[in-house]
């Protein structure tokens, strides 16, 4: 599992990336996949090209996800921000996840409304704490974090590292104090290579508004040149209202544009049955339980990509963002 520096989209809620550098990162939550429910479990609280491989030039691997991040609004609540990885394959990796405010807010991103002091906790598969963080230098690992150039800009943001083994792990981003406003979710993978650890499921829930408050989520596919992978790609409102999730103040009508690399919007939907892989989504059993609710399917090369999650006709709420890999 390999991180890389690609475009991201930070800047004025555009529906296209933005000309700016900035790490993507690793996010998810914590549902057991069934049917059409949400990949992940919904807690009450709380480069632009493929790296480089080994194999030989006459044999093209599947290309496979390697990082997301997510821009979002962190309310309190159900309206924090939740994200996680699932970490798939054999062994451990360190990973280093950083919730940023301050950083967006200054040039040359300038996100209106950001959260001004997020705190972050890690909690893994069993439901128990691993790490929480408020301001990143009073972490154990902080010296260690400054040295590798993971520090954020800002005294006041959030960063842990902590070592995982195969399973779900969910980032919590809320704000000291109660504090509200957009934030930055990254994660890092600090191996350099020939790890046999990969990510599943990918998801991310958080307060979707209008302007710099739509959720914005990126992620790089990683492969040889000529490989290609299968994602499916969910916005969910209305499902995670009903039981078992019960979230309060969910998004009635989510709409979902995708962007790839070159700026390029590669598919909006509004009702996932109007999209144009609707039977894709049906077949593979990926169809969201409502029809407002949005998905779409698409095969992927190595680059990276956005997701756009805002409100037909100008709605806000609470929505949970998924990306598959099929």
Do not use: C
């Not at 057991?32 to 807690?43: D, R």
């Not at 998004?251 to 979902?256: G, K, R, T």
């Amino acid at each position: 599992m390999l991180f890389y520096q690609a475009k991201q989209a930070l800047t004025g809620g555009s529906h296209s990336l933005s000309t700016t550098t900035q790490w993507l990162a690793v996010v998810s939550s914590d549902i057991p996949n069934s049917g059409n429910a949400p990949s992940e479990s919904v807690p009450d609280s709380a480069p632009t090209e493929a790296a480089p491989t080994t194999t030989p030039p006459d044999a093209v691997s599947e290309a496979t996800l390697s990082n997301l991040s997510t821009r979002g609004y962190v309310g309190t609540g159900d309206s924090q921000m939740i994200a996680g990885f699932i970490v798939t394959g054999t062994g451990t990796t360190t990973v280093t996840i950083r919730a940023l405010g301050p950083t967006i807010a200054a040039a040359p991103y300038n996100v209106a409304g950001t959260i001004s002091d997020p705190s972050l906790t890690i909690v893994d598969g069993t439901g128990s704490v691993v790490a929480s963080n408020d301001n990143w230098a009073d972490y154990p690992s902080a010296s260690e974090i400054q040295s590798d150039g993971r520090s954020p800009s800002n005294a006041s943001e959030a960063v842990v590292r902590i070592s995982v083994t195969p399973g779900n792990y969910t980032a919590i981003v809320s704000g000291a104090g109660g504090v509200t406003g957009v934030a930055l979710v990254e994660v890092y993978d600090e191996a350099t290579g020939g790890s046999s650890i990969e990510l599943g499921n990918l998801s991310t829930r958080a307060f979707v508004g209008t302007g710099d408050s739509q959720m914005i989520a990126g992620f790089i596919v990683a492969g040889d040149t000529g490989s290609t992978s299968t994602v499916t790609i969910r916005a969910l409102g209305p499902t995670i209202a009903a039981a078992p999730y019960n979230v309060s103040g969910t998004i009635a009508d989510p709409f979902l544009t995708i962007v790839d690399g070159t700026g390029s919007v590669v598919a909006s939907v509004d009702n996932w049955e109007s999209s144009t892989s609707a039977s894709a989504i049906s077949s593979s059993g990926r169809n969201p339980g409502n029809t407002v609710e949005s998905a779409h399917q698409l095969s992927v090369s190595p680059g990276n990509y956005t997701a756009i999650i805002s409100g037909a006709g100008g709605v806000t709420g609470v929505s949970l963002v998924e990306v598959y890999k099929e």
